[in-house]
């Protein structure tokens, strides 16, 4: 395995590839410059690895080459661009070099930042389809980045590194996912660079290890991403193109297990959520997130495998799941609308919306605690606030009970006068007062009554059926 102090730089890498003459291909960059290329031509000998380069950066040229689309930097497009590229290379140069090369097509399409300096993101998809042996069947990588950089030319240059990373690792650091993952920022930092997904197939990725969810999640553990989205039809999301100008729903939890409880906060929620926003809230994402560090948990780590087994039985329900690494309700709030202008609901219990209140999760910004709700309700964010139940005395305490500091009672009475924070009525008092906290302590203690507290999936395929059967 190669360590980061042992891998070549970037110029070296490009260098490496270009002396090898057997990998061979076609570089096709729109947005920002032909900056993954330029390195090959930079290094020296780039004949030996660059068959084609080209930018049909004109809208008209890219539609008339690769068909017409609705948005330029996409998926779709970077894969409409590989379709196009990757045969040609093939039909063009397989009879004269086939037998001794190795052929690629890189194709990325990206939004740098531009003279005009909006506010839209800096963005990009990056694909590699590539042969591992000559006249074998080709492999493919997917890629969406993030272009952090305050500038265009930073942007490009990050770009172009990471691009060359791309081609580097594929042809060989890809026997070891943690060694090929951590690889593409050589040379760069995460404070320039956010890599949130990234998509193996074909031969080359055989090994479990290149699953899908297993790759989202590694990226979220090595600090590439910030967070991993699934669908509920088992498919790894990318955020800016699933929630693009649509109504998202979220609520936040351990969901260790998913009780009724929770069920019903979801669907009171959705309820509330479509009554305020009408036919702007229809039809909305709902998301089920669960962060690797739980406001309220005491921070022990949690495997790979527990989380993949909470989000298959969230995903039979038929839920989409976030993992991600936000302590802070202002970041979820924040990586929401980065990728949607339209409503956002959330929905909490009356706890986790107490700590919201904690100062300590704003100390990291200037504005603290002001700062943090300005981040939480930018655009058109509602929080929704269930009831909580007391076992103790069987007491239900609402969103007037909500204990704060009397410096804080009135941002408190502010956000409920805006309509900023909604209370939830007439809960369902069957499932009230059993938490996924009391829930999970009754499975501990072999009680067998916690089954009637979890919906059916629960029990046919939850990593707590086991330890959850009653002693006899």
Known sequence: MNSVND??????????INLAHTIYG???EIGAGQEVANWFFRAGGASGTVAKTMSAYDMTISDEIYGKCSRYVSRQRMCDMLEHEYPMLIQRLNAKRGATTTFFTLADTVRARSYRDTKEECHGWIGLRFQTDPGGP?????MHVRLLDDSNARQSDALGKLGVNFIYAAFHLRDDLST???SLLDDLSRKRVEIDMIDFTGPAFAASEFQDRLVALKLVR?????AALFGADGEIWQASDVLYKKPVFLKRGSFDPITKLNLDMIERGQAAFQADFGEAARNNIEILEITMHN??????????SEFLARADVLQALGKNVLISTYPEFHRVSSYLARHTQCPIGIVLGLPLFQELFNERWCTDLE???????GRLFKNQVRVYVYPMGNPMNGQILGLNDVRVTPEQRHLLRYLIETQSVRALEEPNQDFLFH?????RNMIHARDGNWQSLVPDIVLKQGPWREIGQPVI
């Not at 080709?138 to 997917?142: F, G, T």
């Not at 090595?222 to 910030?226: E, I, K």
Request: charged share 20%; no cysteine; glycine share 10%.
């Open 7 to 16: 891998r070549p730089g970037t110029l070296e890498k490009a260098l490496k």
């Open 26 to 28: 076609t570089f096709a």
């Open 138 to 142: 080709s492999s493919e990588i997917q």
């Open 180 to 182: 090929f993952l951590q």
């Open 222 to 226: 090595l600090g590439l991403a910030d």
């Open 295 to 304: 406001l309220l948990a005491s921070g022990a780590e949690v495997p790979d």
């Open 367 to 373: 504005g603290g605690l002001l700062e943090a709700f």
């Open 435 to 439: 938490t996924s906290a009391e829930v």
